[in-house]
């Protein structure tokens, strides 16, 4: 759907909707699975990876017109994410992406270390080195989408590299509710992208790789801990 976007610290202050970076569908109309599931995959797939920001409106109406649907499944989709605690309903038909604080940050930052950590160890069994060496060459390009001040990007990639680790947890439940983490993190990581690069993050995806690479599950697990936590520090100084 093409809508002109204001800038982020207007579209914040505005509450502007945005349907930007939920890409459009295979084809004209969404078909198979359901509509409203895919609606909602799609919503948290932008949610995940700073698409749509913290303070940001949906209006169903737009969503609707945007995936050539009817109101319907949208609706559907929005509701399942307000009651997950990722969208804030409004009145006349729309959601808003709750704004971050700190606290609610720190809070959800305790429990993907506690739960992430946990995805990094059961994929210790199962990750071989050749996946190891694919999912370095992600971390290369993390760095040069960071020095290139590729934000988009290196949202993009850095969650790809996240569950390209975390999907040899062969743990569908674990990996849903790691989605539900990152997607309530998401819309801050965009603001924290524009204040500057964050290089170290890499650094320990490297260390992660490393303890992968030697079947070393709490030396992994503590340097994925260290990483989120390194987006706790970053939050604390910029004040995003």
Not at 9 to 22: F, H, I, Y
Not at 52 to 59: K, R, T, Y
Request: glycine letters at 6%; one cysteine or more.
């Amino acid at each position: 759907m093409i809508i002109t976007q204001p800038t982020t610290k207007r579209r914040r202050e505005q509450g502007a909707s945005t349907v930007k970076g939920l890409g459009r569908p295979a084809s004209t109309a969404i078909e198979s699975q359901t509509q409203a599931e895919q609606i909602y995959a799609k919503i948290k797939r932008a949610l995940m990876v700073g698409d749509i920001q913290a303070g940001e409106s949906l209006a169903i109406g737009e969503l609707a017109t945007h995936f050539d649907v009817s109101q319907m499944p949208v609706r559907q989709a929005i509701t399942q994410l307000v009651a997950e605690g990722l969208l804030d309903s409004q009145p006349k038909k729309a959601a808003r992406v709750p704004e971050t604080s700190l606290a609610r940050f720190k809070e959800v930052a305790a429990i993907r270390a506690a739960v992430e950590g946990l995805a990094v160890t059961l994929a210790a069994d199962h990750i071989t080195p050749t996946d190891v060496v694919r999912i370095a060459k992600i971390n290369e390009k993390i760095r040069h989408a960071a020095a290139a001040g590729d934000v988009a990007k290196y949202l993009q990639l850095n969650n790809d590299f996240h569950f390209g680790v975390y999907g040899f947890c062969q743990s569908t439940m674990l990996i849903e509710m790691i989605e539900r983490l990152l997607a309530a993190a998401g819309p801050s990581f965009r603001l924290l992208g524009e204040k500057g690069s964050r290089s170290s993050e890499t650094d320990w995806h490297a260390k992660v790789l490393e303890a992968l690479a030697e079947a070393d599950c709490p030396v992994a697990a503590n340097a994925l801990k260290n990483d989120i936590q390194s987006t706790v520090a970053y939050f604390e100084v910029t004040g995003c």
